[in-house]
């Protein structure tokens, strides 16, 4: 059995991009976590060290997104990733990145790269 936590509509400055004036004048990156996790010990204790504390996780992928600048999407959501998994009590996590000011000569409203990466 596994339960879901999600936060999404994370809004982060970051400066990734491949082109120089997006690692120059950075740009709004959206971040949306489902962190897969079994929640039955923390709701039976009702003890937030049973759980995943989703303001610091916040804090920790916020810290993540807005350092040490990478060309790609695909490299920023690893990150993120490899943070979330930091949680012990986090069996897999579903990370979205949305890139919606992607320097693009196109009308689009969102370019965004899913990935799920779990401990197995």
Known sequence: MTDQLAVRGIEIYGHHGVF????????????????????????????????VHYGLLVDAVKEAVE???????????????????AYEQVDWVDVTVHKPNAPIEATFSDVALTIRRSRT
């Open 20 to 51: 120089d004036f997006e690692r120059r004048d950075g740009q709004i990156f959206v971040i949306d976590l489902v962190l897969g996790m079994d929640t039955r010990s923390a709701a039976s204790s009702d003890d937030l060290t049973k759980t």
């Open 67 to 85: 350092n040490d600048p990478v060309d790609l999407i695909e490299t920023l959501a690893q990150r993120i990733a490899d943070v979330c998994l």
